[in-house]
Nanobody, 122 residues
Framework: QVQLVESGGGLVQAGGSLRLSCAAS????????MGWYRQAPGKQRELVAT???????KYGDSVKGRFTISRDNAKNTVYLQMNSLKPEDTAVYYC????????????????WGQGTLVTVSS
């Protein structure tokens, strides 16, 4: 089994910053892409940012220039630095990873974290 545990959410004023972390643990052989998605009340889950094992990144249009995704492969951890936060960034943020498990299973799994709430006040 593989687990993702997020941390770093909370309440912040508009214009402020937060840093989210997500650590993967369990029967991990390797991790391909890792990323962050978010879901606001009454809306569909949307892409925030993803990063490959080679550190190629992709961002949702609404966060480009404000958020930065990074990863520490040695710690199986992905980070999301969020700057210039806006009230519309308020959502539950979910970590996601595509993991290859250890032998003998040696299979690919897509894993989600439990989510961490980010609230931006105006």
């Amino acid at each position: 089994q593989v687990q993702l545990v997020e941390s770093g959410g909370g309440l912040v004023q508009a214009g402020g910053s937060l840093r989210l972390s997500c650590a993967a643990s369990g029967s991990i052989f390797s991790i391909n892409a890792m990323g962050w998605y978010r879901q606001a009340p009454g809306k569909q889950r949307e892409l925030v940012a993803t990063i490959t094992s080679g550190s190629s990144t992709k961002y949702g249009d609404s966060v480009k220039g404000r958020f930065t995704i990074s990863r520490d492969n040695a710690k199986n951890t992905v980070y999301l630095q969020m700057n210039s936060l806006k009230p519309e960034d308020t959502a539950v943020y979910y970590c996601n990873a595509v993991v290859r498990t250890t032998p003998p299973n040696f299979r690919y799994l897509e894993v989600w974290g439990q989510g961490t709430l980010v609230t931006v006040s105006s």
